[in-house]
């Protein structure tokens, strides 16, 4: 049941900012308000995710893992709107709080499919990793190799900014190739 009550805080905090972003309060609101409703949204769908996580009864592990990750994820977007509110440089504190992410989502795939593919698990996870490799190398020749090399700033600046793209890249598609493997797997079986 608690859960549910922060899914709803989550989702009237997400559709008030939705709103807002839409429409605009009308200047009665507070000029952070913006960054409250995000703070808040996040922060009640990583802790429902968390109390979620906690009362399964199958792959507890993984979803733990996954929900740890949004959870930073949102403590570092929180930190980011109300405490740092510019990216000076790379890595700063939210980066490192955003970056968990991207480990602990691969951490609970693995164990997820671990549970569902016992001795073909290895298989598929190598799979994943050399397409994400593959893809994220090309993605970065391809796209923004010249982005990286005709910045006006700092070159790390530059490269933290952009590799959240190629890592968002690199997890969907290490899931799109864990899932189809996953799903071949299965049906070998």
């Not at 740890?68 to 790379?90: I, S």
């Not at 530059?158 to 189809?180: C, E, H, K, S």
Request: charged letters at 10%.
């Amino acid at each position: 049941m608690l859960r549910w009550v922060i899914l709803g805080i989550a989702a009237l905090a997400l559709a008030l900012q939705g709103a807002d972003a839409a429409f605009g309060f009308g200047g009665w609101a507070p000029a952070d308000s913006n960054d409250l409703l995000i703070s808040i949204s996040m922060c009640a769908a990583a802790l429902a995710a968390l109390l979620a996580a906690a009362a399964s009864r199958t792959n507890r592990l993984a979803r733990l893992a996954i929900s740890v990750g949004v959870a930073l994820y949102a403590v570092g977007e929180t930190y980011y709107l109300t405490v740092q509110k510019t990216l000076t440089g790379f890595p700063t504190t939210s980066d490192f709080l955003w970056l968990s992410l991207y480990p602990l989502i691969l951490i609970g795939v693995f164990l997820v499919i671990r549970s569902e593919t016992p001795g073909k698990h290895l298989r598929v996870m190598l799979d994943g990793a050399i397409v994400a490799l593959a893809t994220v190398a090309l993605g970065y020749e391809l796209l923004l190799k010249g982005i990286v090399h005709d910045a006006a700033t700092s070159a790390t600046v530059v490269g933290g900014q952009l590799g959240y793209p190629l890592l968002d890249l690199a997890v969907l598609t290490m899931l799109l190739v864990f899932g189809l493997g996953n799903r071949r797997a299965l049906h070998l079986s």
